[in-house]
């Protein structure tokens, strides 16, 4: 059974950074492109960032470029999503995905974990 849990999300202010993270079960990591999606109340879901099976790739949605930054760590199984100068409009559920052969902006994505909140105070 694949279990993706993604930690870290809170109450932060206008400016501050979060890093969340996202550990697997029953998947063999290495094998799967991973991405990080997050959906505001009354939204669609949107592609946040994502990284390839190696870590050599990376996209960012254009409202996120300069501000986080999405990484893996083969070795410990876990992909990070470290988010920057924070802003009110990013306050969303972030969600991990993973997909072996999806890649970048695609809700077409296997497997999903459950979320985690994220919130911004202005």
């Known amino acids: 059974q694949v279990q993706l849990v993604e930690s870290g999300g809170g109450l932060v202010q206008a400016g501050g950074s979060l890093r969340l993270s996202c550990a697997h079960s029953g998947i063999t990591f290495i094998r799967y492109n991973m991405a990080w999606f997050r959906q505001a109340p009354g939204k669609e879901r949107e592609f946040v960032a994502g990284i390839s099976k190696s870590g050599g790739s990376t996209s960012y949605a254009d409202s996120v470029k300069g501000r986080f930054t999405i990484s893996r760590d083969n070795a410990k199984n876990t992909v990070s999503l470290q988010m920057n100068s924070l802003k009110s409009e990013d306050t969303a559920v972030y969600y991990c995905?993973?997909?072996?052969?999806?890649?970048?902006?695609?809700?077409?994505?296997?497997?999903w974990g459950q979320g985690t909140q994220v919130t911004v105070s202005s």
């Open positions: 995905a993973a997909d072996r052969n999806r890649y970048g902006n695609s809700l077409d994505y296997t497997y």
